[in-house]
């Protein structure tokens, strides 16, 4: 939803409007979600973005819309689109009369790579002070008022008001900005500053005035998404207590919210979570309980994504059987291709992250030169914008190759994952990183070996 500013100075994109012609926004954002499919793209568009983009809402589309368009009108611009080019969007970051922030770490710099498509979500991210999700839409601080705190925050929702569009969309946006950012920085720069929103968001569910049942729905789901997708960060930052405490708050939204598809992303994460913390019989058995709820969707791609956990837990268990047939199931499901019915999370679950479960798992039952084919194939797959998970494909390969008796290779890969680290925070990828470098050091005297062993020594220093 754009703030009554963004409105007054948006111009509608009559070109975008004519490329629809006769068919309805949803057709239309139908149409686009299928040509995201033939790209390799996975975009949520619906009706309500279609219109925002023909109000001029919507100055220029983030990367995947941008693919996705131009694939749809081959030979056509961004300007032929009815858009104004990206770099005059970004121009000086703040608009001539927007307040400077101190402090805005989800906006401006911290992320060159993401559009600036909502002041909803702008706002949501704003930190300074008392900004958050709750005080972006509603409009006042979460302790300005009495009412019923909200889980684990001293402010409050008033309840006489109803929560409605503008602040379900708030949220749905902020899960959307967590995961675009995770996959350009990692987590561990951004795991604090989204504890704030997601407080904001169970508050806004703790005050109970949504204004139908659609609206309560939704605000459920985009509550329990934020808190997987905090769970992630901390996931993925090494804080495992806390991960699957967001974890299991998810899962209890899922719950109380008859949601299945809720439910399964969060037993798909806490599967993940089990795994790395070598609980892999409750890997295994997180899993099967998230296959139980995937089942009442209809995404080969998600009991893809889920039978891959199942082979996680089972390599872990040294069970190489069981391994090798949730692998089997996890193929057959992923050649079935994506759906509608995908959920929005799974955007990254594409051929590298099944190529790089599939590393994961032999690495784990020791087979290291097989292990590192699958994380190669998975690194050169990967698209080059997603830093994070390039990064962390190429630890994986470093680590395997490591082991698999390719030291000379295995500093390659590690300098390429040096390369990127200064725009990525995992500490996931450091922790490889590190455990690569114990590895690598009997070897010290090979060539190349000790040159990596010596810049990852100097990174550790100025860390």
Not at 246 to 253: D, K, Q, R
Request: some cysteine; aromatic content about 6%; overall charge neutral.
């Amino acid at each position: 939803m754009a703030s009554s500013s963004q409105a007054s100075r948006a111009v509608p994109n009559l070109a975008f409007r004519g490329l629809r012609g006769l068919r309805s926004p949803g057709e239309f954002a139908a149409a686009v979600r299928k040509a995201a499919r033939e790209v390799g793209e996975q975009v949520s568009c619906d009706a309500r973005y279609i219109g925002r983009v023909e109000a001029g809402e919507i100055r220029c589309p983030n990367y995947a819309y941008e693919r996705v368009f131009l694939h749809m009108f081959p030979g056509l611009t961004l300007s032929d689109l009815g858009f104004t080019a990206r770099e005059q969007v970004r121009g000086g970051r703040r608009r001539p009369h927007a307040p400077a922030h101190p402090f805005c770490p989800f906006d401006g710099n911290s992320d060159s790579d993401i559009d600036e498509e909502s002041d909803v979500l702008r706002r949501a991210f704003m930190t300074s002070g008392s900004a958050t999700v709750a005080a972006a839409s509603l409009g006042f601080g979460l302790g300005s008022a009495p009412g019923r705190p909200g889980p684990g925050i001293s402010g409050s929702v008033p309840d006489q008001r109803r929560v409605g569009e503008a602040e379900v969309s708030a949220v749905e946006e902020a899960v959307r900005r967590i995961r675009l950012l995770d996959d350009r920085h990692g987590a561990d720069g951004l795991y604090r500053r989204a504890a704030q929103p997601l407080r904001a968001a169970y508050a806004l569910l703790d005050a109970g005035t949504t204004a139908r049942a659609s609206t309560a729905g939704r605000l459920h789901a985009g509550a329990g998404e934020l808190a997987i997708s905090v769970g992630w960060l901390a996931h993925d930052s090494g804080r495992f207590d806390d991960a699957r405490s967001h974890y299991a708050e998810a899962l209890a939204t899922a719950r109380v919210a008859g949601d299945p598809a809720l439910e399964a992303h969060a037993f798909c994460n806490t599967s993940f979570l089990a795994r790395d913390a070598g609980r892999h019989r409750e890997a295994v058995r997180s899993a099967q309980a998230g296959e139980r709820a995937a089942r009442q969707l209809a995404s080969p791609r998600l009991l893809s994504l889920l039978s891959l956990r199942q082979a996680g837990g089972w390599a872990g268990l040294g069970e190489r059987a069981g391994c090798e047939q949730s692998l089997s199931r996890a193929h057959s499901y992923f050649d079935r291709g994506a759906s509608d019915a995908d959920p929005e999370w799974m955007s990254f679950f594409a051929e590298p992250e099944l190529e790089a479960l599939q590393a994961q798992c032999w690495a784990a039952l020791g087979e290291w030169s097989r292990a590192a084919r699958h994380a190669r194939r998975a690194a050169a797959l990967q698209d080059r914008r997603f830093t994070r998970n390039l990064a962390l494909y190429r630890a994986e390969l470093a680590a395997d190759l490591a082991r698999a008796g390719a030291p000379d290779e295995a500093a390659e890969a590690g300098h390429q994952v040096l390369d990127l680290l200064d725009g990525v925070q995992s500490s996931r990828i450091q922790s490889m990183l590190s455990d690569t470098a114990r590895v690598l050091l009997p070897q010290r005297r090979t060539e190349g070996v000790g040159a990596f062993l010596d810049r990852h020594a100097e990174t550790l220093r100025r860390a």
